[in-house]
């Protein structure tokens, strides 16, 4: 145990030890279960009640010792302050580190980029995309040294492995520019986590992270990929973020029945509708919410300026709400041309939408014609003819719909804001950060990281018919994507530029379900998970953990929770209570080491290291015969570590 300076707790005079260089955070006595937030010495004091230790940002090993009675418990910056994914998650770094030993070499895995599917037979997603994905480790993590044969050309279509090469020389060469050096390739164990985390939203089974580790496939990561993007949960994940972008979690919409647009996006992701024409149906979306879930977008946002600062932001990538009331600050947009815009919803007609309605669960219905009054405008509203962001004004015919016009506009090629966006958005949320931060604030003064990637980028998503999957297949094979969130020394600081894949908190969503395919499905009386999976919404278990955990407007990298989410997952009765892995490890058969290797399968998705099975299973053999309730510990232990709660 690290050095430790002695402190008393105020609720029942236990000594309570500290480590020495802790600085700032809470610690709870195991005596009298008070958790003191605190400062270096016990100076100040504030009490929360608890009933088990913690010790969030931690090893599995760490928290084990403090279930064993170590003395103290540490929850390092979480109260009253943000704390960056990076200070949380020093352990995962260090269990990446002794998962392979120093200086020993990684086996490259498959062909390197210059070699060729044997044979002439039909090329496949996964044939196709394989050079890409297959890059031989090394030390250096330098991954281009030449320009790739082919780079992106005005209307030729480059496929997903060429893009993808020419990804990682835009990368390399403003690494090399700022003499920064790129971060190794991640392991196996941390690929297969973090893709199946980004596509589907949930870890993998451990009979598939087992199948995955033990493939000797050269091409099996690009398979891999494409399994995930053919996986049913990959529509439910892209539902799940997409339903909170186009509708905000706001008091006016609390009555309002998202389940419809959670269909309609699901159905419509794993269709893979090219992204122009998914844009098209929710900005011209008319009829009955039970019948077409996209009349949501408007149900949601049912004011002329509120569905106007969505379409901006979400398929234009600019802010354009902040040339409301006044011209733009930091842009040429002008008042006059934010109306301008908003005028394309004035015909819009919203029925059975109001909140008696809502109450009454009558089916809202949107529909676009000249009879009767539009959405309520504003009174600040400014009257003016509908006309195109920093373009012309259309001629309309005022007996036709005004949005299928705006619809075409908007999703043209030629339209400079709609491929950026999409691109823009999707490489945020792979990498956790845009190449232009804010994802949505896209303007001259707010300069992207990589000019020619961001173009190249959104060039090819257009050319090939705005294919959603293609542009996420891209990515996925690159090598920037699957680099090692492991700093080396020269780029620990580097948070720009993409030398090394940045350690993202899990969304609620993806911490719910990865949670669920560990413990199994609960029945509501118990707080868990929801019955069969079938009940998204409402008033459901899911949706109530969600809205605990969910932070409005937080950076992926942020850890951004508090106390409040760190004691609900130590003490729900879903964590706490019976599971479907505890019970298939109780039925004895297995050595506790063979056990606790299923367990990090199902966990960490990676085979414990020698002091990890060493640890753990003197664990189990401490407690004689209750071996049910050391493997508890294990698995509690595992599932409060930053390892098995953040996607790294």
Same mark, same amino acid.
């Given at each position: 145990?690290?050095?430790?300076?002695?402190?008393?707790?105020?609720g029942?005079?236990?000594?309570?030890?500290?480590?020495?260089?802790w600085?700032?955070?809470a610690v709870?006595?195991?005596?009298?279960?008070l958790?003191?937030?605190?400062?270096?010495?016990?100076g100040?004091?504030?009490?929360?009640?608890?009933?088990?230790?913690?010790?969030?940002?931690?090893?599995?090993?760490?928290?084990?010792?403090v279930?064993?009675?170590?003395?103290?418990?540490?929850?390092?910056?979480?109260?009253?302050?943000?704390?960056?994914?990076k200070?949380?998650?020093?352990?995962?770094?260090?269990?990446?580190? !002794?998962?392979?030993?120093?200086?020993?070499?990684r086996?490259?895995?498959?062909?390197?980029?210059?070699?060729?599917?044997?044979?002439?037979?039909?090329?496949?997603k996964?044939?196709?995309?394989?050079?890409?994905?297959?890059?031989?480790?090394?030390?250096?993590?330098r991954?281009?040294?030449?320009?790739?044969?082919?780079?992106?050309?005005?209307?030729?279509?480059?496929?997903a492995?060429?893009?993808?090469?020419?990804?990682?020389?835009?990368?390399?060469?403003?690494?090399?520019?700022?003499?920064?050096?790129?971060?190794?390739?991640?392991?196996?164990?941390?690929?297969?986590?973090?893709v199946?985390?980004?596509?589907?939203?949930?870890?993998?089974p451990?009979?598939?992270?087992?199948?995955?580790?033990?493939?000797?496939?050269?091409?099996?990561?690009?398979?891999?990929?494409?399994?995930?993007?053919?996986?049913?949960?990959?529509?439910?994940?892209?539902?799940?973020?997409?339903?909170?972008?186009?509708?905000?979690?706001?008091?006016?919409?609390?009555?309002?029945?998202?389940?419809?647009?959670?269909?309609?996006?699901?159905?419509?992701?794993?269709?893979?509708?090219?992204?122009?024409?998914?844009?098209?149906?929710?900005i011209?979306a008319t009829?009955?919410?039970?019948?077409?879930?996209?009349v949501?977008?408007?149900?949601?946002?049912p004011?002329?300026?509120?569905?106007?600062?969505?379409?901006a932001?979400?398929?234009?990538?600019?802010?354009?709400?902040?040339?409301?009331?006044?011209?733009?600050?930091?842009?040429g947009?002008?008042?006059?041309?934010?109306?301008?815009?908003?005028?394309?919803?004035?015909?819009?007609?919203?029925g059975?939408?109001?909140?008696?309605?809502?109450?009454?669960?009558?089916?809202p219905?949107?529909?676009?014609?000249?009879?009767?009054?539009?959405?309520?405008?504003?009174?600040?509203?400014?009257?003016?003819?509908?006309?195109?962001?920093?373009?012309?004004?259309p001629?309309?015919?005022?007996?036709?719909?005004?949005?299928?016009?705006?619809?075409?506009?908007?999703?043209?090629?030629k339209?400079?804001?709609?491929?950026?966006?999409?691109?823009n958005?999707l490489w945020?949320?792979?990498?956790?950060?845009?190449i232009?931060?804010?994802?949505?604030?896209?303007?001259?003064?707010n300069?992207?990281?990589?000019?020619?990637?961001?173009?190249g980028?959104?060039?090819?998503?257009?050319?090939?018919?705005f294919?959603?999957?293609?542009?996420?297949?891209?990515?996925?094979?690159?090598?920037?994507?699957?680099?090692?969130?492991k700093?080396?020394?020269?780029?620990?600081?580097d948070?720009?530029?993409f030398?090394?894949m940045?350690?993202?908190?899990?969304?609620? !969503?993806?911490?719910?379900d990865?949670?669920?395919?560990?413990?199994?499905?609960?029945?509501?009386?118990?707080?868990?998970?929801?019955?069969?999976?079938?009940?998204?919404?409402?008033?459901?278990?899911r949706e109530?953990?969600l809205n605990?955990?969910?932070?409005e407007?937080?950076?992926?990298?942020?850890?951004a929770?508090?106390?409040?989410?760190?004691?609900?997952?130590?003490?729900?009765?879903?964590?706490?209570?019976?599971?479907?892995?505890?019970?298939?490890l109780?039925?004895?058969?297995?050595?506790?080491?063979q056990?606790?290797e299923?367990?990090?399968?199902?966990?960490?998705?990676?085979?414990?290291?020698?002091?990890?099975?060493?640890r753990l299973?003197?664990h189990?053999?401490?407690?004689?015969?209750?071996?049910?309730?050391?493997y508890?510990?294990?698995?509690?232990?595992?599932?409060?570590?930053?390892?098995?709660?953040?996607?790294?």
């Amino acid at each position: 145990m690290a050095h430790v300076v002695q402190g008393t707790c105020p609720g029942c005079q236990t000594v309570l030890r500290i480590p020495a260089d802790w600085t700032n955070g809470a610690v709870r006595c195991l005596n009298c279960n008070l958790i003191v937030k605190s400062t270096r010495k016990l100076g100040k004091k504030q009490q929360v009640h608890s009933w088990r230790p913690v010790l969030i940002g931690a090893s599995v090993l760490g928290i084990l010792a403090v279930v064993a009675g170590a003395g103290y418990a540490v929850l390092p910056q979480i109260a009253g302050s943000k704390a960056t994914a990076k200070n949380q998650t020093q352990t995962v770094i260090a269990a990446k580190a !002794e998962a392979v030993p120093s200086g020993e070499q990684r086996p490259a895995e498959g062909r390197t980029a210059e070699s060729k599917p044997a044979g002439n037979k039909k090329k496949t997603k996964s044939t196709e995309t394989a050079a890409a994905a297959a890059v031989p480790s090394n030390a250096g993590g330098r991954i281009a040294t030449t320009p790739p044969s082919q780079a992106p050309k005005a209307g030729a279509k480059l496929d997903a492995s060429a893009l993808a090469r020419w990804i990682d020389w835009q990368i390399q060469q403003r690494l090399d520019s700022e003499k920064i050096p790129a971060s190794g390739r991640a392991d196996d164990a941390e690929f297969l986590r973090r893709v199946y985390l980004d596509i589907t939203g949930t870890i993998p089974p451990a009979d598939k992270a087992l199948a995955f580790l033990d493939s000797n496939d050269p091409n099996k990561r690009a398979k891999l990929v494409d399994e995930l993007l053919d996986n049913p949960r990959y529509g439910r994940h892209m539902a799940d973020i997409w339903q909170l972008l186009l509708v905000e979690k706001t008091s006016d919409n609390r009555r309002l029945q998202t389940q419809p647009l959670y269909n309609w996006l699901e159905e419509t992701y794993n269709k893979n509708l090219a992204w122009d024409k998914m844009t098209s149906e929710l900005i011209t979306a008319t009829g009955a919410q039970d019948t077409n879930g996209a009349v949501t977008f408007f149900v949601g946002n049912p004011t002329p300026d509120k569905i106007t600062d969505r379409v901006a932001r979400l398929f234009l990538g600019v802010q354009l709400q902040c040339a409301q009331c006044h011209n733009h600050p930091f842009t040429g947009w002008k008042q006059t041309e934010y109306w301008g815009m908003a005028a394309f919803f004035n015909k819009v007609k919203l029925g059975g939408a109001d909140k008696k309605a809502m109450k009454n669960n009558t089916t809202p219905v949107v529909s676009e014609d000249n009879k009767g009054k539009g959405l309520k405008r504003p009174e600040s509203a400014k009257v003016v003819p509908p006309k195109f962001l920093q373009d012309e004004q259309p001629k309309l015919n005022n007996n036709e719909p005004y949005r299928p016009v705006l619809a075409k506009w908007l999703t043209s090629n030629k339209n400079p804001y709609f491929a950026k966006a999409m691109v823009n958005r999707l490489w945020a949320q792979y990498f956790g950060r845009g190449i232009v931060n804010p994802i949505d604030d896209m303007h001259e003064g707010n300069k992207p990281s990589h000019p020619e990637l961001l173009q190249g980028l959104a060039d090819q998503f257009a050319a090939n018919n705005f294919d959603v999957k293609y542009l996420i297949r891209t990515i996925c094979l690159s090598e920037t994507y699957q680099r090692t969130s492991k700093p080396n020394t020269a780029n620990i600081e580097d948070a720009t530029l993409f030398s090394h894949m940045a350690i993202k908190v899990m969304l609620p !969503e993806q911490l719910y379900d990865s949670l669920e395919a560990v413990l199994g499905k609960a029945d509501r009386g118990r707080g868990g998970p929801r019955p069969g999976g079938a009940n998204r919404g409402g008033g459901s278990p899911r949706e109530a953990f969600l809205n605990f955990f969910r932070v409005e407007e937080s950076d992926p990298t942020e850890y951004a929770s508090g106390i409040p989410q760190a004691l609900r997952l130590m003490n729900s009765q879903q964590m706490n209570g019976n599971s479907s892995l505890l019970n298939e490890l109780n039925k004895g058969g297995n050595t506790p080491a063979q056990n606790v290797e299923k367990m990090y399968l199902a966990t960490l998705s990676r085979r414990p290291n020698a002091r990890e099975v060493q640890r753990l299973t003197e664990h189990v053999t401490q407690n004689g015969n209750d071996a049910r309730k050391a493997y508890g510990d294990i698995l509690w232990a595992i599932l409060n570590s930053s390892e098995f709660t953040l996607n790294h």
